[in-house]
């Protein structure tokens, strides 16, 4: 099976930067497209930004411009720098790939564990 590990999580002062890791391992076979997603207490997961096998981004309006997605795709990872930070951008961070494993029919999607980001003085 396929897991998803997040890293990068944790307290920063609004304007300050923090970049999220998230490594895929597993009998992967294929890794197409990759994203981060999150959620604030209280409100529904939302997407933050995804990125596809071919290097196409797609960004929420709120993050236009401070927020870069990217991946290694020989490390099987996605990344998210975060610029910028505001207090609204709190929340669990899931990075999410679509996945194509060894003994499987087609793709799956797969969840890390979340990370926590608090943006606070």
């Known amino acids: 099976q396929v897991q998803l590990v997040e890293s990068g999580g944790g307290l920063v002062q609004p304007g300050g930067s923090q970049r999220l890791s998230c490594a895929a391992s597993?009998?992967?076979?294929?890794?197409?497209?990759m994203g981060w997603y999150r959620q604030a207490p209280g409100k529904q997961r939302e997407l933050v930004a995804t990125?596809?096998?071919?290097?196409?981004?797609n960004y929420a309006d709120s993050v236009k411009g401070r927020f870069t997605i990217s991946r290694d795709n020989a490390k099987n990872t996605v990344y998210l720098q975060m610029n910028s930070l505001k207090p609204e951008d709190t929340a669990v961070y899931y990075c999410n790939a679509n996945i194509l494993v060894y003994r499987q029919l087609g793709i799956a999607g797969y969840w890390g564990q979340g990370t926590q980001v608090t943006v606070s003085s």
């Open positions: 597993g009998s992967i076979l294929r890794i197409n497209a």
């Open positions: 990125i596809t096998s071919g290097g196409i981004t």
